[in-house]
């Protein structure tokens, strides 16, 4: 896949649940309050600007949006853009710590992170994937992230986190923009829930 990198300004974070959820009129949410300039373009991925509804959380190169939360079904749908990289800038350690403990701190415990804007993945130790792991499995909890692209895949492969977090083919291609988040959830639940049954 060529990446048209020119144009991620105009990658917007997927907006047709805002309906149902926005995260910065959540008050539990690690980003309530935050304010959106859609004219002025600051974060960066690559020195091309992306667009300004994507929140930022510590990292120099990857940026979110929590898309939905369920609080009774305990899960959060978060969309990504840029490049995930834990060699350089320890990206899963400003995740885990800046938003993934603030969300299982109020019980989030199955998260379903949509990585097709994703653009590379370097990887380095897996702790903090394993003490997320740890955080969310006791209580039936899991990690899916979907549409991730087959360099990335690859790359996190090597790293060796399928040992901690679902991915790889079974949850790619899911065209999940026409679903309500719900049913994207029940999707990804099904599918995890079917390889526990293979493996028993």
């Given at each position: 896949m060529r990446y048209n990198y020119e144009l991620m300004?105009?990658?917007e974070p997927h907006f047709k649940w805002r309906d149902q959820?926005?995260?910065s009129e959540d008050k539990q949410s690690p980003f309530f309050g935050c304010i959106y300039d859609e004219f002025n373009f600051t974060h960066k991925v690559y020195?091309?600007?992306?667009?300004?509804?994507?929140?930022?959380?510590?990292?120099a190169t990857l940026y979110m949006k929590i898309l939905f939360v369920?609080?009774?079904?305990?899960?959060?749908?978060?969309?990504?853009?840029?490049?995930?990289n834990d060699t350089l800038h320890n990206d899963v350690k400003f995740l885990k710590r800046e938003i993934i403990d603030v969300l299982n701190a109020n019980h989030i415990n199955k998260y379903i992170l949509i990585?097709?804007?994703?653009?590379?993945?370097?990887?380095?130790?897996?702790?903090?994937?394993?003490?997320?792991?740890?955080?969310?499995c006791e209580d039936g909890g899991w990690i899916c992230l979907i549409n991730t692209l087959d360099h990335v895949e690859q790359e996190?492969?090597?790293?060796?986190?399928q040992y901690f977090i679902n991915f790889g083919e079974r949850f790619n291609n899911l065209n999940w923009r026409?679903?309500?988040?719900?049913?994207?959830?029940?999707?990804?639940?099904?599918?995890i829930h079917e390889d526990v049954k293979r493996l028993v």
């Open positions: 300004h105009d990658i959820y926005i995260a020195n091309y600007f992306i667009h300004p509804q994507w929140d930022e959380f510590g990292s369920d609080y009774d079904e305990k899960f959060a749908i978060i969309e990504l853009i840029g490049e995930w990585c097709e804007n994703v653009l590379n993945f370097h990887g380095s130790d897996d702790c903090y994937y394993e003490e997320w792991y740890e955080d969310v996190m492969k090597d790293t060796r986190l026409v679903l309500k988040p719900q049913i994207v959830f029940k999707t990804v639940e099904t599918i």
